[in-house]
Structure formats: structure tokens, C-alpha cells
């Protein structure tokens, strides 16, 4: 059973950088059939996907990476095989990044570019998030 | 980006009885469309993809149903665990989801 866990600071301040991590098990990050993202869901209850990572059998050393265009400049993802863990990174946060941050699985139907086709079949339990 | 818009925001059912959720996309999503259920304090859980394909171990009483622009999540006969938020997803250009419909005991 796939299993996702969000784990990082529940409280940033303002212009601060927010870093969060999400340990999976039972399924290799690595494995060609997945992308992982971070979506996070807002107070208000609104869901916007925030970002993903995906390896591939040639892009194991170098896994693609794809941010929503709206925090580009302040976002970073990147993972660790080796603990199959993913991780989150936005900077210069305000009080409008206060949300719930989950990670959740992909589930790969075909690898379009640049927009890949995939459902979200696994979600970490989700982390608050507070900026204050 | 594509805009997703559900309908209604809230929706009261009695128990046993159907509830019809709808879904419109701001441009075609072919059948691009996934259906989650969200209960208070937990994670979106995935009940279809495809617009109508079930989920693994997602009872038969939900069905899905659409293509292109409009959606529509049919839950046949309401059982107690099934009030809750239902959120539609489209994955054809990108990832976005509508604001949700709350579906509630009448």
C-alpha cells in the first residue's frame, strides 16, 4: 500500500522560506509510472496544484521538474532517491501561502509534452501550513 | 488555464436517494476528468478518472459520466459516509480543480 507522509514547520514567518518534505513508501520515486507533486489547498477550501517532479529510467540523475507558472520564481522541488522522499521549497512567503501542503502521486496515462497526462490516485495527509 | 466550475455549491439529499453533481470545464478536457471526495480533516480520496473509469474499491453506487466540457458525478443511493465535499479535476492542459460541492444530509 502506497503511503505518503508531509512533514515540516507548521509556522513561517512572512519573507521567510517555507520547506516541507513527504516521505513515501511502499513505491520507488523513481519508478517511470509516477509524477509527484505538491498541491495545496487554501483555508477558503480552493485546490491549486503547486508543482511536480518525475524520474524516468534517462532522467534518473536528473529528474524533470515542472512548477505552476504563478509561483515559478519563488519555488524549488526536488527529491531523494536514495530516502524516497520529495521536498518543497518557496521562498519569500506571505500570508497568502497559509494553506494545507499535501503531496500526492500521479498516476502517468501518457507523458505529453509539456503537459503530461495524470490523475492525482495517492495523497499524503496533508501539512498547515500558517505565514505569520 | 482551464476553469472549472461546479454546481451547485451545495447540495442537500436525503439518504438512499440519488445526488447529481455537475462539472463544467472553460474548454474541452476531452475525458481528462477525475471525481474526489474530501471529508473533514482528511485528504481528497480519488473516486473516478476518465470521467467515468472507478477508482480502485470505489463502490458501484458512484458513476461518472462526460466528455469535452460538461461532467457529471451521479451517486445512486446516498449512504451515510457519502455527505461530504466532492471536488472535479481536469488533467488535460494542466492541473486544476473546481471549488467543490458540498453535498449534504437534507
Known amino acids: ?132 | 488555464e482551464i476553469v472549472m466550475t461546479q454546481s451547485p455549491a451545495t447540495l442537500s439529499v436525503s439518504p438512499g436517494e440519488r445526488a447529481t453533481l455537475s462539472c463544467r470545464a472553460s474548454q474541452s478536457v476531452s475525458h481528462n476528468l477525475a471525481w474526489y471526495q474530501q471529508k473533514a480533516g482528511q485528504a481528497p480520496r480519488l473516486l473516478i478518472y476518465g470521467a467515468s473509469t472507478r477508482a480502485t474499491g470505489i463502490p458501484a453506487r458512484f458513476s461518472g459520466s462526460g466528455s469535452g466540457t460538461e461532467f457529471t458525478l451521479t451517486i445512486s443511493s446516498l449512504q451515510s459516509e457519502d455527505f461530504a465535499v466532492y471536488y472535479c479535476q481536469q488533467y488535460n492542459n494542466w492541473y486544476t480543480f473546481g471549488q467543490g460541492t458540498r453535498l449534504e444530509i437534507k
Open chain 1, 1 to 132: 500500500q502506497v503511503q505518503l507522509q508531509e512533514s515540516g514547520p507548521g509556522l513561517v514567518k512572512p519573507s521567510q522560506t517555507l520547506s516541507l518534505t513527504c516521505t513515501v513508501s511502499g513505491g520507488s520515486i523513481s519508478s517511470g509510472a509516477y509524477y509527484w507533486s505538491w498541491i495545496r489547498q487554501y483555508p477558503g477550501k480552493g485546490l491549486e496544484w503547486v508543482g511536480h517532479i518525475y524520474y524516468s529510467g534517462s532522467t534518473y540523475y536528473n529528474p524533470s521538474t515542472y512548477y505552476n507558472p504563478s509561483l515559478q520564481s519563488r519555488l524549488s522541488i526536488s527529491g531523494d532517491t536514495s530516502r524516497n522522499q520529495l521536498s518543497l521549497s518557496l521562498s519569500s512567503v506571505t500570508a497568502a501561502d497559509t494553506a494545507v501542503y499535501y503531496c500526492a502521486r500521479g498516476r502517468l496515462l501518457e507523458r505529453r509534452f509539456p503537459s503530461p497526462l495524470y490523475y492525482f490516485d495517492y495523497w499524503g495527509q496533508g501539512t498547515l501550513v500558517t505565514v505569520s
